[in-house]
């Protein structure tokens, strides 16, 4: 699956019978699909150890199987949204962004509140709020040495996510979404922190958007934000049925100034357990925040590269246990994106610096990979980059294979995306798998000769 995670599952095993063990995996009621990721999870786990932080970001996303009515168990994703399944995800991030595997992940069903019903009647029932202090839960302690730090968009934004990160001992950091009453009703969140001074001011590139048709619906700017921060108590709605204590936090508060005519300023309130003491500190909080980006990706991953949603298989159950592998497969092609950015932000031995230099640099320095990739890899991707296979450098090995893709690596191209470096490892797959096989068949012809 994970060679040719775009494919079918007819079509990514080899045999008919392969395919039937394949749907008997899958199709098996005793088969729990947490038990599937156990051992990623808890390698991922050990991952976290030789990190003093790491962000476990969370987030859910909709898989949706419309105009399937043979499927099993499937539920409502909301008015006019189809039947699918709700999926929560947290993974495991390190500061500087780069991923380090799956932490959590679980599926649920969409409750609409009845009509009328009493915000107290509404508390005493499972909600979907729920789902952001299950997997803080979920996840639960980190292992000796490291710090977890849960962050969430504004949908994990209640106080009984709060309350449970500190009851498990982690951190948070959350967009705000409720302007809440503050410092015991003396004000409210928004208008408080606009009252702060203004610690400093950062750049930030908004990135741009595009809707479902592939249209623009936000074009790229740079911006300069205004930063202010303070220490803030939160206090609880007056009619609140849940926890009533109020929950202290920092809260970082960034604003465009003097946004353009006609285009939605950038404003941030994200509230964290973490001290922020100066702008030093308010700019780390902005950067793991930024991070949260990275579960949009993996999202796109699933979907897009590994074509979760077209599956063919007729029950919600079976369907789970296939998402527990797929979740693992676009971690794989998130992480050789990042493996082969890498590498084409380091410098070359064939640039202009001294070769003294470049040695000590892992990407220029071909026992590395001589050492990491199998040598018939090494042998075909050389031949593709045009250089003796003892003298390709790591990346030179990642930038043949994202070209192979489709990356043409011009001066204004960005690093190589997920989707052209799986097309090139698919592509360079296929012609090692070839190779092989024709090595096979001549050493069997030489030795039947």
């Not at 246990?321 to 064939?350: F, N, T, Y």
């Not at 202009?352 to 050492?371: F, I, T, Y």
Request: include cysteine.
């Amino acid at each position: 699956m994970a060679a040719s995670p775009q494919a079918s599952l007819p079509k990514q095993c080899s045999s008919w019978g392969d395919l039937k063990a394949a749907y008997r995996l899958l199709s098996n009621e005793a088969i729990d699909p947490q038990v599937i990721q156990e051992p990623h999870r808890r390698l991922t786990g050990q991952r976290c150890t030789d990190h003093p932080v790491v962000l476990c970001v969370q987030d859910d996303t909709q898989l949706r199987f419309n105009h399937r009515s043979y499927v099993k168990g499937l539920s409502q994703l909301g008015k006019g949204r189809g039947q699918g399944l709700m999926q929560h995800t947290t993974l495991a991030v390190r500061t500087d962004g780069t991923l380090l595997g799956l932490l959590d992940e679980f599926w649920f069903e969409r409750v609409e509140a009845p009509a009328g019903q009493t915000r107290r009647a509404r508390y005493r029932r499972w909600r979907e709020t729920e789902v952001w202090s299950d997997a803080v839960r979920h996840v639960g302690e980190p292992p000796a040495g490291t710090r977890f730090v849960h962050v969430m968009d504004r949908a994990g934004d209640t106080l009984e996510v709060m309350h449970t990160c500190q009851q498990t001992g982690v951190g948070f950091v959350i967009r705000a979404r409720h302007d809440r009453r503050v410092e015991g009703s003396r004000g409210r969140l928004w208008s408080w922190m606009q009252a702060r001074p203004v610690a400093g001011t950062l750049p930030v590139t908004v990135s741009g958007q595009r809707n479902s048709r592939g249209q623009i619906t936000r074009a790229p700017r740079q911006v300069k934000v205004s930063i202010r921060f303070d220490s803030v108590q939160l206090d609880p709605p007056w009619n609140h049925p849940g926890p009533t204590e109020p929950v202290s936090v920092w809260a970082v508060y960034i604003a465009e100034e003097h946004p353009p005519k006609d285009v939605e300023p950038v404003e941030w309130m994200l509230l964290t357990s973490e001290p922020v003491e100066d702008l030093e500190a308010t700019e780390t909080i902005i950067e793991w925040y930024q991070h949260r980006w990275l579960i949009e990706e993996w999202h796109r991953v699933e979907k897009e590269g590994c074509r979760l949603e077209a599956s063919q298989l007729d029950d919600a159950a079976d369907i789970q246990r296939l998402a527990s592998i797929v979740g693992i497969i676009a971690v794989r092609m998130i992480q050789l994106r990042d493996l082969a950015g890498l590498a084409s932000e380091a410098r070359d031995p064939s640039d202009d610096e001294s070769k003294d230099r470049s040695k000590h640099q892992p990407s220029g320095d071909p026992q590395v990979l001589q050492a990491a990739v199998p040598r018939m890899w090494i042998v075909i991707v050389s031949h593709l980059a045009k250089i003796q296979a003892d003298q390709l450098t790591p990346r030179q090995f990642w930038l043949t294979v994202a070209k192979r893709g489709g990356w043409l690596g011009r001066k204004q191209d960005g690093r190589p995306g997920w989707k052209v470096i799986w097309r090139g490892w698919y592509d360079v797959h296929m012609m090692v798998q070839g190779a092989e096989a024709h090595a096979a068949v001549a050493a069997g012809a030489q030795k039947c000769g």
